[in-house]
């Protein structure tokens, strides 16, 4: 199975920008979809952009668009979710998590998860 790490959550200002990363181990990322989620207080967790494993295609949560971009780096068996234009909505705990098939938006279809790493853009 895949191992997921999540790094680069930190304080930004509302504006401002943040690269999130997910490293891989275990096994190549490269065999997986790989997800970008979020979940701020009291929410359910919402999907915010994936990438596929078969073309590297991305897809985003309609909230995100424009101002996210999420990327692979397969020989460094990582992925990355840059995001800019930070609002204070933005604010929320944000998880990577991979699945063997295409990608899709609902938390059930992924098998590993990170443990998440924390965003928070003040105004």
């Known amino acids: 199975q895949v191992q997921l790490v999540e790094s680069g959550g930190g304080l930004v200002q509302a504006g401002g920008s943040l690269r999130l990363s997910c490293a891989a181990s275990g096994r190549t990322i490269s065999s997986y979809s790989v997800g970008w989620f979020r979940q701020a207080p009291g929410k359910e967790r919402e999907f915010v952009a994936s990438t596929a494993r078969s073309d590297s295609s991305s897809y985003y949560g309609d909230s995100v668009k424009g101002r996210f971009t999420v990327s692979r780096d397969n020989p460094k068996n990582t992925v990355y979710l840059q995001m800019n234009s930070l609002k204070p909505e933005d604010t929320a705990v944000y998880y990577c998590?991979?699945?063997?098939?295409?990608?899709?938006?609902?938390?059930?279809?992924?098998?590993?998860w990170g443990q998440g790493t924390q965003v928070t853009v003040s105004s």
């Open positions: 998590a991979s699945r063997a098939g295409s990608p899709r938006t609902s938390i059930y279809e992924y098998s590993y």
